[in-house]
């Protein structure tokens, strides 16, 4: 019995600052449990964030080729002349009459936007001269929102060649804007 009191005595006087295992595998559970929690919410912000800055860009964008038009009497010319969505805007090398979109909207606008997400893609910002009335007095604007509450159609890009990279573009765009006069 001297054994045990003796044992329990020191036990309970030692230095009581260090930590046990089960402490320690508390708090790395607990920092484990914390981890992918924000992980789960950042899946969840950051797509909402992308698409909200898309609509952002597409506005500017907007503002830009309504200057244009003012100036111009018509909209900046594409890479397709039927309406289709083969211009990709930020780094469109198409060029009709000297002028590239990416040029026109520079008139305008101290950078060409690009997507957050899918800049130099076959899914960033994409021009359409013409869509919706098949004139130079309309236009379309095309981009891929992450999140489908964001969607506001839905329409294919057709296997056009005039992308960043001269792949086939058949991306169906989800989002689309446009100024038909």
């Not at 005595?9 to 559970?29: D, G």
């Not at 590239?100 to 893609?121: I, R």
């Amino acid at each position: 019995m001297n054994f045990f009191h003796h044992y329990w005595r020191e036990s309970s006087t030692k230095n009581s600052s260090s930590f046990t295992l089960i402490e320690l595998l508390i708090v790395v559970a607990i920092i484990g449990i914390l981890a992918a929690l924000i992980i789960v919410s950042l899946n969840i912000v950051l797509p909402k964030a992308r698409d909200a800055r898309r609509k952002a860009d597409l506005s500017e964008i907007q503002k830009a080729l309504a200057e244009y038009y003012i100036n111009n009497g018509a909209y900046p010319p594409s890479a397709s002349t039927t309406g289709g969505w083969c211009t990709n805007i930020s780094n469109q090398t198409f060029a009709s009459g000297n002028t590239s979109v990416k040029a026109a909207l520079l008139q305008y606008m101290s950078s060409v936007p690009q997507d957050p997400l899918y800049a130099n893609t076959n899914k960033d910002y994409f021009y359409s001269l013409g869509y919706g009335c098949g004139t130079t007095q309309c236009y379309g604007l095309a981009a891929v929102m992450e999140n489908a509450q964001n969607a506001n159609g839905s329409i294919s890009s057709g296997g056009c060649v005039m992308n960043p990279n001269n792949q086939p573009n058949n991306t169906t765009f989800n989002y689309i804007v446009s100024d038909n006069k």
